[in-house]
């Protein structure tokens, strides 16, 4: 069963990260995965032609945005801290669910069926 999930985990990540590079190339655009020497990640990274960025956290489930949101705070802390620009937006998008918030530290927490046209 755990094996059936962490396979459907990949392929929802797959189908937002789809989602997100045609709002990307829409607005020229280019999407990233980012991955630094010390092991932190964001699922992906879009970056604009003016340099400005925003970071995603994909999860499965509402249970786990938070722990995304956390995750994103972190890695985008330790970017400005090593002297990277702020991110315009910081966004944990999750699957099952129809709750969407901004959250106390400011992360963005929708649900997949927020993204539309």
Not at 17 to 45: P, T, W
Request: glycine letters at 10%; a negative charge.
């Amino acid at each position: 069963m755990m094996k059936d999930l962490n396979t459907f985990g990949f392929m929802f990540e797959a189908l937002v990260e789809r989602d997100l590079s045609i709002y990307a190339q829409a607005m020229n655009a280019k999407l990233f995965h980012y991955q630094d020497y010390k092991g932190n990640e964001i699922d992906v990274v879009i970056e604009m032609d003016d340099g400005n960025w925003c970071a995603f956290e994909i999860k499965l489930g509402l249970g786990k945005a938070e722990e995304g949101a956390t995750n994103l705070i972190k890695v985008c802390q330790d970017i400005v801290n090593n002297g990277g620009k702020e991110p315009l937006l910081k966004c944990v998008i999750y699957g099952v669910g129809n709750m969407a918030y901004k959250n106390a530290d400011g992360v963005y927490i929708i649900p997949i069926t927020a993204l539309k046209d």
